[in-house]
Every structure is written in C-alpha cells, then in structure tokens.
C-alpha cells in the first residue's frame, strides 16, 4: 500500500505534490460562486477556500447544493446543458473559468471519484492507463507499467489485483471498484481529488478501506469531499462545510462544527433534527 | 326460400349476434348475482359485474366455437356437397377446372344478378345458394342453442360463495395465450410449408448440387446450383453495410452525444423518415438515378485507365444495372436501423461512465471513442446484424437495380442476381407446385429464412448479454 516500494522513475512523474509548498495554504480560492440551471439558483454566492493537504468535507441535507458545488471545482457543470456558473474559483491564483483555460487540462490537474464506481469496459490495468496515455505522461512501457503498479499501491489495490490485471475492471467487487476508480484518478496525477459520495454504494468494510485511503491519500493531495454521513465527515475530515439550500451556512475545522457550531442550522442538523 | 337464406350477410350476423349475446348474458349474470345479495346472503365473493362477466363468458365460448366452425368449414363443405351432386358430364373436367368453375359459382353467388346467362350455371348457382342458405340457418340455430345452453350453465353456478372472478381471471390468461398461439402457429405453419417443398425439391435435385453449384439457370436449363445467388446476395449486402454501417454508426454518435435537443428534435425524425419511405421507391431511385451515375462513372475510370495506359482494354463491365447500385441504394436504406438501435445503445450506456472520462481529462471524441462505443459494442453490434438480416431480404431495390444475371464475378459494376430476386422471377408468370423451378423458390427462401434467423438470434444474444452488464 506504501509507496515506498515503488521504482525511483516513477516517483518523478507522480506525486509533483512533493515539493508542493507547506499546508494549510489554501489550494483553491472560491469567491462569491453563483449556479443557474436553466432559471432556477441552485448556488447562492458561495465563497470558501479549501487547503491543500488536507480534506474539506461539504455536509448537508439533499439538494442543498453540496454536489453541484463540487462539480465547479473542476467544471463539470461544463457538461450539463443550460447550467451557468458565475464568479471566481481561483487555483494557483488563476480563475479556472477563464477563455484560456482548458477545461480538459483542467480536469487532469482536478481528479473527480463518484458516487457509484464507474470503471470503464476496459481491464483493470487500461482503465489506469487510460488518463496517462491520453495525456502522454508515460513515454515508455515501464514509464506506464511504472505509473500503474504506484498508483494501484496508492489506492490500496496493488496486492490484491496485481495477478490480474487483464482482468475486466467490471469484475472487481463495488468497493475494489470504487479504489480502481480513486487509482485511475491518481494516475494522472492531480493536484487536488474530488470526491462525490465515494462510499455511498458501499457496504461498511468498504467504506472503511475507502475512508484509510483518504487519510492516507491527505498526505499528498487537496481532497473535497462531499457526503451524507456525518461520522464519515468526522473520520476523515479536517475541515468542514455546511451547505443549506443553495447557501454555506457555516465552515470551520471539523472539531469545532462537529462539538461547537456557531450556526443553530448546523447544530440542528449535525444533531438530527432536520434533514 | 333456403336460397334467399344464402345471401344473408354471415360475417357481421355473426359477430353482432355474439355481441347481443354477451350483454344479455352479461345482464342475465349481474342481476343473478344482486338477486343472491337481496336474498339475504352476507356478502358475495365475486362482485356482481364478474357474474355478468362469468356468465358472459359461457354464452360467447359455444357461439364463437359455432363461427369459427362456419367460417372455416362451411365454403369446402358447400363445395364438396355441390360437386357430389353435379350431373355426370362434369366429370370431364379436371381437378383445376372444377375449381375454376367452383370459383365463379361463388363469387356469381355473391351479386345477386347472375341469372339468364347460362341455364346450367344459373341452376348450380340456385343450388350452391341452397346448400349455404341451409348452412346459414343450422349455424344461426346451433349458435342459439349453444348460446342458451352456455348461458344456463352458468346462470345455475351463481351463488354466494361462488368465485366467478378467478375463473373470469383464468378465461382472460386463455385468451391472451389464444393470441399468441396464433402468432405462433402461423410462424410454425409457413416454416413447415417452406422445409415440405423444400424437401420435395431435394428429392429432385440434391442439396449439395443446389448448395455448391456454380451454375443458376432455373427458367430454362434446369440448372440449380445457387452459389452465383449466395454470393450476389452476400455482396450486395457487403456493399450496402459499407455505406450504412459508417454512416449509420456516426450519425447515431452525432444525435446521442453531440447534438443538441433542438437537433436532435429535427434530425431523428427525418432519419426515421428514411426507413417509411416505400422500398418500391428506393428501386426506381436506384433504377434511374444511381445505376446510370454508376455506370458513367465506370465507363469513365474504365476510358481513363486505358488512356493513360494502365490498362489495355476496359476492366469494369459498367453495365446498365450493377450490384454497386443496388448495394449503395440498399445502404442508404438501412441507414435508420443501424442509427436507430446504435443510438439507443449509445444512451443506455451509464453518464457515469462518461463522467469518468470527462473527470481524468478526456476531450468528447476520446470518451466517444474509447469510453462510451466500447461499452455500447455488443448493442451496436446486434444493430449492425440486425440491418444484415434486413439487407439480406431486401427484395425491391434488387429486383430493380441488381440485374437478372447469376455470376459470381468480384466486379461491383457487373449485374448480380440475388436470392430475392430469384425468387420473385420464380413465382411470377405460370407456376406449378409440380415444378421444381416453384419447389427451388421454396428452397431458396428455406435459406433465407435460415440465415435471417441465424443472424437475428445472433444479435438477441450479443444484446442479451450486454443487458446484463449494465443492470
């Protein structure tokens, strides 16, 4: 599961979060984002920053806005017809909205996990290979052989897929799934992962392999993740956001909204009593 | 006064006596039932419109028996009965001509002014009226009866604990399988019918001489080696797929996941416009249009090839009918089957999954072309095998375009004849059931039948396994 094992040549094309300045800078910079579909707000004027090297957790009843806040972050929203996002989301002190980014390049730096796992029809191996070769990060067979075996160590996957790795990605268990999937996305080695309800499809020894992986995967990435379970947001979070009805209620370290919210809507809600 | 009989107009007689039938007893059935409850018992079972229902049921069953017995039986018996009866002069017709006389009588039957032509044939007409007028009546009377019958039966069942709405249930499930039996009785009936002449043209001519020969000469010669067939079908239908296969695969990836609604909204339809227009109309648009576009441009590259010296004499035949016509013609026609089901496929596959290749950094065409169309393979597949089988069969545009000659030449320009259209020119004009030209159409479409199926059941597999993926 370490990476530690892993070739020396390979160290250098992953993980450039390495040499990444220190935590607790913030890695992505969100001001006063608004979100239309069609004529309906879902996004009321959210600013909020995320740190690097360590994980938000967005909390919050249904359709509160958590995932659609999410899918900003690396313009997802790009792909829905007639959604509008208003503001600014500043990466590295540029506005990801700008003409002159790529939301294709922008994505490969913005790794995304879902809800459901969603491996491609291909083998375990290609589905790692596919973000790689697409984007010409490995030049050689053992450059991509290399960027496989590490990120599938990454992901916790390597020992136990390592003799087949031809096999279908389909054939995997959900939660061997859904680590295959946070693997294919390390592979192109993002800066910061998104996650949408990673472990809402598994069963809880699933999710508690997922939820090791996060904190593993912390030590080297921005991580967003948004979830419906509050202790997962306890376990795995530093920071925490609260969103109610298109609005962020309230932000802070995880502690602090978990045992001492500022907000009566976030204590309401962290305690039960609506949602 | 049998023969006034004759005239009445059976069919709808019929059908409306079975109707007043049902509501009566449907009537007689409900006021059984609210009769019970006044008497006094707690409550009923059934409610009382399952009764009626019930009762309904058992007045219709022998009523519809008696019809179906007219409708099949009563023309061959009035027949039969006629002929047994006809002065013995007649016997000096043949089996062929008696029914051709037979044929006249009762369709002179059916106008009402047929006498004073023939004093014979005005007589046997009187008396074939007289044998359906009989027939008529004793249905009308047995219809009664049965219906009365039926009725009683069911009227004396009624009573408080009876369950008339389970049996009203089970009449339902028979006659919905009834339906599909028919469906599937018919299918069986023509299957049967094709491997019986078939066989009887076995007999005739040996199934590996038909299979493997070279020579095709049905009209004339007698010659029935259907190879040049085979292969005239196969190749039309390899050109066809080259024109509808790309075409159809890339329009159906345009409307699922690049065009707009509005796009969608205008260029779906008219795709499917494509598949109603008639194929009589492909023909002559093949007939007219392309093979003479064909031709000339065959006749051109043939002048050009010999002009620049690449060639010593013409090498396409650019005749006036080719199979490349035929092929192009027949490929634009399949062209909604193969965009129609790939786009279904295409949005069956998960958003899902194209959301993954969006999120590692993947533009539209590499998540179209590596992501979503490998996931909606074995679908596009069964599509493309799915407009195999339809070009297979393809008749009209053949007949019109392809040309009559049975070669196998590799020559797209050269006329090729294909099994459809065999087989048109085979039951048109004078045919016999004695003749093994008609029993080679029979065994010719035997073939047909059996690779359509193949190719059919094929696709069912191929989509079968690709449901259970994704599910």
């Known amino acids: 599961m370490d990476s530690d094992h892993t070739p020396q040549a390979a160290g250098s094309v992953l993980a450039p979060a390495a040499d990444a300045p220190p935590a607790a800078a913030p890695r992505i910079d969100c001001r006063d984002i608004k979100v239309f579909y069609g004529a309906t707000q879902a996004i009321h004027g959210v600013s909020m920053s995320f740190p690097d090297r360590a994980v938000t957790a967005l909390i919050g009843p249904s359709g509160c806005g958590k995932s659609t806040f999410l899918r900003c972050l690396n313009r997802m929203n790009d792909t829905i017809e007639n959604c509008r996002v208003e503001g600014q989301i500043l990466m590295d002190g540029q506005d990801i909205n700008d003409h002159s980014i790529d939301p294709v390049l922008l994505r490969s730096r913005v790794g995304m996990v879902f809800q459901k796992p969603n491996p491609f029809p291909k083998s375990i191996y290609d589905n790692i290979a596919y973000g790689p070769r697409i984007h010409g990060i490995a030049t050689s067979r053992e450059d991509l052989d290399a960027i496989v075996e590490k990120s599938l160590r990454r992901a916790g996957l390597w020992e136990e897929v390592k003799d087949r790795l031809q096999a279908p990605g389909t054939s995997l268990s959900g939660g061997q799934q859904q680590r295959l999937c946070i693997a294919r996305a390390i592979a192109v080695r993002p800066e910061v992962i998104l996650m949408d309800e990673p472990c809402s499809a598994l069963d809880p020894v699933a999710t508690a392999r997922i939820e090791e992986l996060i904190d593993e995967l912390r030590k080297r990435y921005c991580i967003v993740i948004v979830t419906h379970s509050m202790q997962q947001a306890a376990r795995v979070s530093q920071r925490t956001a609260f969103f109610h009805l298109g609005n962020l209620v309230e932000m802070g370290e995880t502690e602090q909204i978990f045992t001492n919210p500022r907000e009566k809507r976030t204590e309401d809600y962290i305690t039960g009593r609506f949602g | 006064m049998l023969q006034q009989l004759g005239h009445l107009p059976m069919g709808w007689l019929l059908i409306a006596l079975i109707a007043v039938f049902a509501s009566v007893a449907f009537f007689v059935g409900r006021i059984g039932a609210e009769r019970i409850l006044l008497s006094g018992a707690p409550a009923l079972h059934s409610r009382p419109n399952y009764h009626g229902y019930f009762v309904a049921m058992w007045a219709i069953i022998p009523a519809v028996l008696v019809a179906l017995v007219y409708a ?400």
């Open chain 2, 72 to 471: 099949i039986g009563a023309e061959p018996f009035a027949r039969g009965q006629l002929t047994s009866e006809l002065p013995p002069a007649f016997d000096l017709l043949s089996a062929p001509e008696l029914q051709t006389y037979l044929d006249s009588v009762s369709l002179a039957a059916r106008s009402s002014d047929y006498a004073g032509t023939d004093l014979v044939f005005t007589a046997v007409t009187n008396r074939y009226l007289e044998i359906i007028g009989g027939l008529n009546i004793g249905a009308l009377a047995l219809m009664g009866v049965g219906a009365v019958l039926g009725l009683l039966f069911a009227r004396r069942r009624l009573a408080a604990s009876f369950r008339a709405r389970s049996l009203v249930e089970r009449g339902m499930e028979g006659v919905l399988f009834l339906c599909a039996v028919v469906a599937i009785a018919t299918t069986a009936g023509i299957v049967i019918s094709l491997l019986y002449e078939s066989i009887q043209f076995f007999s005739v001519i040996p199934i590996w001489e038909f299979l493997f020969g070279t020579r095709w000469n049905a009209q004339t010669e007698a010659e029935f080696g259907a190879l040049p067939l085979f292969f005239g079908t196969f190749m039309i239908a390899l050109i066809a797929m080259f024109v509808a296969a790309p075409i159809g695969l890339f329009s159906a990836i345009y409307l699922s996941e690049y065009a707009g609604p509005k796009a969608r909204a205008w260029i779906k339809p008219i795709l499917e416009i494509l598949a109603g227009i008639p194929t009589v109309v492909y023909g002559f648009f093949a007939l007219l249009v392309v093979a003479p576009a064909v031709r000339s441009l065959a006749l051109w590259i043939n002048e050009t090839l010999i002009n620049i010296g690449l060639a010593s004499e013409p090498l396409l035949a650019a005749q006036p009918t080719s199979a490349l016509a035929a092929g192009l013609v027949m490929g634009i026609m399949v062209i909604p089957f193969v965009s129609s089901l790939s786009d279904d496929v295409i949005n069956a596959v998960p958003q899902t999954l194209r959301d993954g290749a969006y999120a590692l950094g993947a533009t539209k065409s590499e998540t179209v072309r590596n992501v979503v169309v490998p996931a909606a393979l074995p679908g596009i597949i069964a599509a493309l095998l799915l407009a195999v089988s339809r070009a297979i069969g393809e008749t009209m545009i053949v007949v019109m375009a392809a040309g009559k000659s049975a070669r196998i030449s590799m020559d797209p320009t050269s006329d090729l004849t294909t099994i459809t259209v065999q087989i048109v020119s085979l039951m048109t004009g004078e045919t016999g059931f004695d003749d093994p030209k008609t029993l080679s159409a029979f065994a010719l479409g035997l073939v047909l039948f059996a690779v359509t199926l193949l190719f059919n059941v094929i696709a069912l597999r191929v989509v079968q396994k690709y449901r259970e993926k994704y599910d």
